[in-house]
């Protein structure tokens, strides 16, 4: 009975490690490099469609289900509109817009599924607000032979600004003011004698 007993528990703990390595190991997979390289493909469409200002292609490389958040937070889903949020974007704020994308990290979510970094630089843009640097969070689903786009979030990320001598700029865009500074204290007077308070500095009147 007390063998049976071990041999169980030593079957146990077989199959718990197992499990625990076979979990590790779904845990650490990575994207394939044939997915890597279809998703850096995804990447550079939507690149290219954006500084073609093509609401249409864009609209087309989302799901059914897809969502899109612009980088003012604005979110559409659907195919439909995400090509009128494009076509509004286009029109405003993104008038002669042009976007250098560039893929950071990829990670996969399963099979079908994956989530991707990006790094964005936006110039030319008519309204001054809407150019610089961001970052973007994208989930991508394989739908039959190719990846679309099941969710774009879009932040913009300006650098912070340095006052002179490292002051740093106020929220207003001017620099901070310096706090007040004590006065020097005069160091007192070693030949006073003891007991005795030494006397105020005498006021500029008395001096005169």
């Given at each position: 009975?007390?063998?049976?007993?071990?041999?169980?528990c030593a079957a146990l703990l077989v199959c718990t490690a197992g499990a625990a390595t076979a979990r590790?190991?779904?845990?650490?997979?990575?994207?394939?490099?044939k997915d890597r390289t279809e998703l850096e493909a995804l990447a550079q469409k939507y690149q290219r469609a954006f500084n073609q200002a093509d609401a249409d292609a864009l609209a087309k490389l989302y799901t059914a289900d897809g969502s899109r958040m612009d980088a003012m937070g604005d979110v559409?889903?659907?195919?439909?509109?995400?090509?009128?949020?494009?076509?509004?974007n286009f029109q405003d704020m993104l008038r002669g817009?042009?976007?250098?994308?560039?893929v950071t990290d990829i990670?996969?979510?399963?099979?079908?599924?994956?989530?991707?970094?990006?790094?964005?630089q936006v110039t030319g843009a008519q309204q001054a607000h809407a150019n610089g640097p961001g970052r973007a969070v994208v989930i991508a689903r394989r739908e039959g032979n190719e990846w679309k786009l099941v969710s774009t979030r879009a932040?913009?990320?300006?650098?912070?600004?340095?006052?002179?001598?490292?002051?740093?700029?106020?929220?207003?865009?001017?620099?901070r003011?310096?706090?007040?500074?004590?006065?020097?204290?005069?160091?007192?007077?070693m030949n006073q004698p003891r007991g005795t308070m030494p006397e105020p500095p005498s006021s500029p009147q008395q001096r005169q």
């Open positions: 009975m007390m063998k049976q007993a071990m041999g169980l590790e190991s779904k845990q650490a997979k990575s994207v394939s490099q559409a889903r659907g195919p439909a509109a995400i090509r009128s949020q494009f076509q509004q817009a042009q976007v250098n994308l560039t990670l996969p979510i399963d099979d079908r599924a994956a989530m991707i970094d990006c790094r964005f932040f913009m990320t300006p650098p912070m600004q340095q006052g002179v001598g490292g002051a740093g700029t106020n929220d207003m865009g001017g620099a003011d310096e706090e007040p500074r004590e006065p020097l204290r005069q160091p007192p007077d």
